[in-house]
């Protein structure tokens, strides 16, 4: 049984920072690549960032591109969104995923949910203005 438990989340004002984490156990971590999503309410669940299996490339939404960083340590199974110059459109639940096909270093990849086979629970990111 693969788990993913994200943590870090919060509240912020606007211009701060923030960074969630996700521990990921039951499986090869290092064999998955990964991503982050978010969902505001009433909202549909849009991608945020992806990390190749071996964090070789990254990938970002235009939305969050120059503010956030994805990284990942595979030797602790843990994949990080740092988050800065938080906005008010910010607020969202943070989810993390994990995709045992994700091997091709291909942005649009990265974005389709359709390829993540496992997922976090969520944490929430609050951002106020």
């Known amino acids: 049984q693969v788990q993913l438990v994200e943590s870090g989340g919060g509240l912020a004002q606007a211009g701060g920072s923030l960074r969630v984490s996700c521990a990921v156990s039951?499986?090869?971590?290092?064999?998955?690549?990964m991503g982050w999503f978010r969902q505001a309410p009433g909202k549909e669940r849009e991608f945020v960032a992806g990390?190749?299996?071996?964090?070789?490339?990254?990938y970002y939404a235009d939305s969050v591109k120059g503010r956030f960083t994805i990284s990942r340590d595979n030797a602790k199974n843990t994949v990080s969104l740092q988050m800065n110059t938080l906005k008010p459109e910010d607020t969202a639940t943070y989810y993390c995923?994990?995709?045992?096909?994700?091997?091709?270093?291909?942005?649009?990849?990265?974005?389709?949910?359709?390829?993540?086979?496992?997922w976090g629970q969520g944490t929430q990111v609050t951002v106020s203005s």
């Open positions: 995923a994990a995709s045992r096909s994700l091997s091709v270093d291909y942005s649009r990849a990265y974005s389709a949910e359709r390829l993540y086979d496992y």
């Open positions: 039951g499986g090869t971590f290092s064999s998955y690549g």
């Open positions: 990390i190749r299996k071996s964090g070789s490339s990254t």
